[in-house]
């Protein structure tokens, strides 16, 4: 089965600083997501990666995906107050069936 | 409505009773996922829908778990006779392909 380690676990970043998160994967990723949890909410989907080299922006935040389509990272330029939660990286197996593995989120806190 | 809806948000319950717990996809969303999460812990899959049918459940952690889809629309994820560690909050999810949207989930708590 798939197995998505995400690093840090947690991060404590003061606001207006720059952060990566990573998330690495056992097996090539067919389908990377990267989702946001605030405390009380839903996940809230971020975006998703499928192809080798791929990048995609989302206002302040960025993804990639790498060449062998084993890791992604989630960087964030300039981060503020709402930046804060926890992140997961979903991936897809590819078939569907075994429906999204997750990492098990990384924990950001954003100090003013 | 726009998003995936469940309920109830919150559930408690004693040791030993059965509980049900609701999905309202959002609508035409043929995938539809349910997942559980425990304090500490990351998301864990538990079982899918692809329409109405369930080509695999062997995440359900029991035999006390079950689900069902009908009509392609609504789940509900039924726990039997519930232990304390089910607690958790269970999400839910649907997909048409492209990213899969979550609920907010239901927090079960068996006290």
């Known amino acids: 089965s798939q197995e998505l380690e995400q690093s840090p676990q947690s991060l404590i970043v003061q606001e207006g600083k720059n952060l990566t998160i990573n998330c690495t994967s056992s097996?090539?990723?067919?389908?990377l997501y990267w989702y946001k949890q605030k405390y009380g909410e839903g996940l809230i989907f971020l975006m998703m990666l499928q192809k080798g080299g791929e990048e995609k922006s989302h206002e302040k935040i960025t993804a990639k995906l790498d060449e062998k389509k084993q890791q992604s990272s989630l960087h964030i330029t300039a981060s503020q107050p709402s930046h804060a939660g926890t992140y997961l990286c979903g991936a897809d197996s590819g078939g569907g069936a075994d429906g999204l593995t997750f990492g098990k989120g990384t924990h950001l806190i954003i100090q003013p | 409505g726009a998003g995936v809806s469940q309920s109830p948000s919150n559930k408690v319950t004693e040791k030993g009773k059965d509980v049900e717990l609701r999905c309202d996809p959002i609508s035409g969303h043929t995938a539809l996922y349910w997942y559980r999460q425990s304090l500490g812990q990351g998301l864990e899959f538990l079982i899918y829908f692809q329409g109405n049918s369930a080509p695999d459940k062997s995440g359900l952690p029991s035999d006390r778990f079950s689900a069902e889809r009908t009509g392609g629309s609504v789940s509900t994820l039924t726990i039997q006779r519930t232990q304390q560690e089910d607690s958790a909050v269970y999400l839910c999810?649907?997909?048409?392909?492209?990213?899969?949207?979550f609920g907010q989930g239901t927090r079960l708590t068996v006290v």
């Open positions: 999810a649907s997909s048409l392909g492209v990213g899969a949207f």
């Open positions: 097996k090539t990723l067919y389908g």
